[in-house]
């Protein structure tokens, strides 16, 4: 394991005691044993540094002066640290310093000389854990009654309190997953709000007081009456925003993800087990809950009362006040409406052909012309949540980790030859012909897939791309498609991650679904493929036309010349591979 050269923390609730918005030096109480923990780092020489998001800025609940008067009181206490790095940002601001995105683990690991993988995070909750994940460093979980059962159930290493965990990372031995730890394996997804979890919010009551221990008790960005600032008079407490579809549906959500952001105090996700990685990559989203939904989705689970019952206790234990139903022109939200109502959701919206009944507050409308994406954003606005200033309403993940070394410097063509269904997939003679055909034309190809195409993307990358197949996580694949020229995909949620990360895009598109709506949404774009074929509109899993005639009549030689232009209208530049000619973008 590679040695600690650096221990970096998270402030309220792991530091010192969660005091929301604190600009008062005077509520600074360390947690105990934090006094014990800091000076073993001295007398180790491991330099410590702070990274903590401190939205109350953006917020105009408390200034610079207030946080930097609070922090030389934590200086006083338990330092000197030899760096603090601060997000001031709100939620939906979209900025790159907010936790869960790396960029202030990256900022304090280089300000103390160390490189992201010899530096230990210790945090409370999931976004701690998260920052250091994705920029390449440990991380080590320490509860507290805000930590929710999902965030302890995830996190690859969990401690009992700080001087443990810093111990831990100084000395070993290494902590394990908290069911490891219990010799229970890890829980179920969907075993919710546990008795420990009750137990320690109760002990937390007897121990600070009713006030404090309702702070500590709701999420980190809970209900606050003090957030409904001047500028924001009808700012909603807590907000839901569900989407139970797919991957690429729940990166199409986040531009409404991010005008309910701006607006309320906390944002929760409510998705599927295939859009929980979009999830936890969209800006402005505080916590996900995962529910697999038997109204949604390709292979449905069975409708039962228990599984239904639970989501209904998942939901209400947010005590959300109000909800956005996001779903596909085809779906009706209404199923979800009601979980969400007999859960205690007192305000709820979605677009709805369909009577409502008691079950929505906000009947929206849609443009049946419109993007998935705007067709979000205009719900969203009907619900009172326009988008913010600044905001271009374009698609958008948290900044994705470095992936020079798993896919090379950028400048790379990547084909990602795979599809959620056969419909949408180019065939793979042809994928393999392409990547035959840009290395021919001087680009460097880099081929993606999910582990259960491993053996697809080995057969297209043959001896002319880098095969990446099963090899990336989301964020490393948000990573790569990020330092790419351009992307040749189908229709296909990565098509959607190209868009967050702003790569141009070559787009295979199959018209069962129509491109208005579903096309890779405000990124350059070349749409290859027959719109116009029998199959449109059909919504088709499999093809019903003989020889798939939509996307098998675009050559290899089609998608080069695409490639070309895309990278052309992205400005940016194919880089050669080793022994080929500059591409002509």
């Known amino acids: 394991m590679t040695a600690v050269r650096a221990v970096l923390l998270d402030r309220d609730g792991t530091l010192v005691e969660d005091v929301p918005y604190n600009g008062d030096p005077a509520l600074v109480r360390p947690v105990p044993g934090a006094a014990e923990a800091m000076a073993l780092l001295r007398s180790r020489g491991v330099p410590a540094a702070v990274v903590t998001n401190q939205s109350g800025i953006a917020r105009g609940l408390i200034g610079w002066d207030d946080m930097g008067r609070v922090h030389a009181r934590i200086d006083e206490l338990l330092g000197p640290f030899h760096a603090w790095a601060v997000c001031p940002h709100g939620p939906g601001d979209g900025c790159a310093c907010r936790k869960p995105a790396p960029a202030l683990v990256l900022d304090a690991a280089r300000r103390l000389g160390a490189a992201p993988a010899e530096c230990v995070v210790i945090g409370d909750i999931g976004s701690d854990m998260a920052a250091a994940r994705t920029a390449g460093a440990r991380g080590i979980l320490v509860p507290t009654p805000v930590t929710l059962a999902e965030e302890v159930r995830e ?237 271009d309403g374009r698609l958008r993940v948290v900044p994705p980790p470095g992936v020079e070394e798993l896919a090379g410097p950028p400048g790379y063509v990547v084909l990602h030859p795979g599809a959620s269904v056969p419909a949408r997939r180019w065939s793979p003679g042809l994928s393999a012909e392409a990547a035959r055909a840009l290395a021919e034309a001087g680009h460097r190809v880099v081929v993606t897939g999910v582990p259960e195409e491993r053996e697809l993307t080995s057969y297209v990358a043959g001896r002319a791309g880098l095969d990446l197949g099963g090899r990336t996580s989301p964020a490393e694949l948000a990573g790569v498609l990020a330092g790419a020229a351009a992307v040749v995909t189908g229709n296909t949620g990565p098509a959607h991650l190209a868009a967050a990360v702003g790569a141009p895009v070559v787009s295979l598109f199959s018209p069962v679904v129509p491109a208005e709506r579903w096309a890779p949404f405000r990124v350059p774009l070349v749409l290859l493929g027959d719109q116009r074929a029998p199959c449109a509109g059909t919504r088709a899993r499999v093809c019903p036309v003989p020889g798939h005639p939509c996307l098998d009549r675009v050559t290899p030689q089609d998608v080069v010349t695409a490639v070309e232009k895309a990278a052309a209208e992205g400005g940016r530049q194919s880089t050669a591979a080793e022994g080929g000619r500059e591409g002509a973008a």
């Open 155 to 391: 996190a690859s290493a969990v401690a009992p309190d700080l001087l443990t965990a810093v111990r831990a990372a100084l000395d070993g031995p290494w902590p394990g997953p908290a069911g490891e730890r219990a010799g229970e394996g890890r829980a179920p997804v969907r075993t919710f709000a546990p008795a420990a979890q009750a137990a320690r919010a109760a002990q937390a009551a007897q121990t600070l007081g009713p006030t404090r221990a309702a702070a500590r008790t709701a999420s980190r960005a809970s209900t606050r009456t003090a957030a409904r600032t001047a500028n924001r008079p009808e700012a909603v407490m807590r907000a839901l925003v569900a989407r139970l579809d797919s991957f690429g549906d729940v990166l199409l959500a986040g531009p409404a993800v991010r005008a309910v952001a701006a607006r309320a105090d906390h944002v929760t996700l409510l998705c599927g087990p295939r859009g929980a990685p979009a999830g936890r990559m969209l800006p402005g989203v505080d916590e996900i809950l995962v529910w697999d939904a038997p109204w949604v989705g390709l292979d449905p689970p069975p409708t039962e009362r228990d599984g239904v019952q639970e989501a209904v206790e998942l939901v209400a234990g947010r005590r959300c006040d109000t909800a956005l139903i996001l779903a596909s022109a085809h779906q009706s939200p209404l199923p979800t409406a009601l979980v969400l109502r007999m859960a205690g959701v007192s305000r709820i919206a979605a677009d709805s052909v369909h009577y409502p009944g008691s079950l929505l507050d906000v009947r929206h409308r849609r443009d049946e012309h419109a993007h998935e994406a705007e067709a979000a954003l205009a719900l969203a606005e009907a619900a009172g949540f326009p988008l913010p200033e600044g905001d």
